[in-house]
């Protein structure tokens, strides 16, 4: 119980701080946003105006050392009268700001984008699935023949090859040479398959290895000669007992790495055209320098991945009894 | 050492020596831009034929190999030293400062997935050659440290340790006298892994256009080929760079692993 308490407790402080970090980076830009977004021509007005709307003209901080007039920094308080504080109230209410360009709520630009990314996430994760339970297992059974070598150099390329080779190679060939896909967007159903497996294949290498290594941990236990000896057939042992104990620290990886795929999506969506949050960071956020849509977008897949992260930590404790034991 | 790794040293080996003479074998300007040859195929002029400016593509991606290498050897370089100082101290001393570092530290920089941190230093400090190393210490730091810390964390028990504090030895000198050398085989592995994946990460900023501007690299060389009218080799060649580079860096991991692991060998 205390654990649990300790537990939920790091969790809410590893979140302020991450929604801290990322409130803050906007203190990094070089020069002022302002300018940034009007250009060198704006007049002092339009920057007061520009600064005033998007709550700039408030301090940055509980504390600042601005400059005084002989060059010189001093400390100066500002109390709960600041840009940090803004920001978290307005959080708390579901308001990130409004976008510096265009002025519309973040917030809604993310919620129209967000489903496609994680539409694709999934996808990816099912490819990566449907490729590395089948070949882990065979590889794992057949330990030290040809088919496990083939499968761990397969493995080892899909982790070296990155999205942003594999994709632009399948685009080249199934939609340019065979046109049988549409080279980018998501317009119809069938678009998802060419992102899916670009996103996927790092995924189903990894899981390929560790339903490798899980099979043939598995297969000296005990109870696989146990059920071998009361007559059970080869392929009832291992997709029946093995597969079932083996696939524990397979669920723990496919959490872990679904903000992996967050994160990749950023690159596979780039590739693809397609229209998630990652091009929304991309384009509207970082290509616009609109420094509002950055934040937001950063902060949601953060979060997101924290409270993945976190479920699968639940889950792998409710599925294996000797972790909550220790 | 297995064939893969021997595979991977060599293939490192040719990388390094490309990048350190690459003004000696290559007879082209990278920059050079000539609207009458685009994406030409590959030829005895063009080994690697030219890209959709007309630049050649073989000095465009032997020069790659620079930033590729210098900015993975320097990001490898610095964090492994601030992970492994951390994770030292951490382990270590143990109490409230392993309490604050591996349970809050650890958890806020792994609570940000894989690049994304990366990205949105860039996107916020700007880009360049010191801040995108900075971006990539940033995440790559903590891997090392957690290592350390659980290196020290075993190595600290053994009697040797045990024997040496009852010598009189002091704290810093077990820790580096005694415990680091035990934990450094751990270490190499994980940096050319770490060398991998900060090779890998470099090209993905460049791709995503957040790399060093100004000089060819593998990352933005992709990025200008997709084009849907761009053939295949202007593509292919930067594409077979990287995932070379990667795959050499992660052969030499896992075989220095089975290497130094004889636990792993016997398997």
Known sequence: MLGALRRIGMLILVVWTVVSIVTILIELVPGDPATAILGDSATPEQVANFNQKHGLDRPAFFFTFPRDKNGGRHFEWHGWNNRYVDYWRNLLRGDMGLAFRGDRPVLDMILERYPATIQLALAAMFIAILISIPLGVLAGKNRGSWIDSVSSVVALIGISLPGFVIGPLLVYLFAVKLGWFSASGNKYPEDILLPAITLGAALSAILTRMVRSSVIEELNEDYVRTARAKGLSERKVVYKHVLKNGLIPVVTILGLQLGVLLAGAIITEKIFLWRGIGTLLLEEGIGNRDYRVVQGCVLVISVTYIAVNTLTDMVYRLLDPRIRVS | ?267
């Not at chain 2, 940096?191 to 060093?212: N, T, Y």
Request: glycine share 12%; hydrophobic share 50%; charged share 15%.
């Open chain 2, 1 to 267: 050492m297995n064939r893969l790794s021997i595979f991977g040293f060599v293939i490192v080996g040719i990388l390094v020596l490309a990048a350190l003479f690459a003004p000696v074998i290559t007879k082209k300007d990278y920059e050079d831009t000539n609207s009458g040859i685009r994406n030409q195929p590959p030829s005895a002029e063009f080994w690697f034929g030219t890209d959709a400016e007309g630049r050649d593509i073989y000095s465009r991606v032997v020069y790659g190999a620079r930033i590729s290498l210098e900015i993975g050897f320097i990001v490898v370089i610095v964090s492994a030293f601030i992970g492994t100082i951390l994770g030292a101290l951490s382990g270590y001393y143990g109490g409230w400062l392993d309490r604050f570092v591996s349970g809050y530290v650890f958890n806020v920089f792994l609570a940000f997935p894989g690049l994304l941190l990366a990205i949105a230093l860039v996107a916020f400090l700007g880009k360049g050659f010191d801040k995108l190393i900075l971006a990539l210490c940033v995440i790559g730091w903590v891997g090392y440290a957690r290592l350390i810390r659980g290196q020290v964390l075993k190595v600290r028990e053994y009697d040797f340790v045990q024997a040496a504090r009852a010598l009189g030895a002091g704290n810093l000198r077990i820790m580096i006298v005694h415990i680091l050398p035990n934990a450094i085989q751990p270490l190499i592995v994980q940096a050319s892994l770490g060398m991998a994946g900060a090779v890998l990460a470099e090209a993905s900023l460049s791709f995503l256009g957040l790399g060093v501007q100004g000089v060819p690299s593998w990352g933005k060389m992709i990025e200008e080929a997709r084009g849907i009218e761009t053939p295949l080799h202007v593509l292919l060649f930067p594409g077979i760079a990287i995932a070379l580079t990667v795959l050499s860096f992660n052969f030499i991991g896992d075989g220095l692993r089975e290497y130094l692991d004889p636990r792993q060998r016997k398997r």
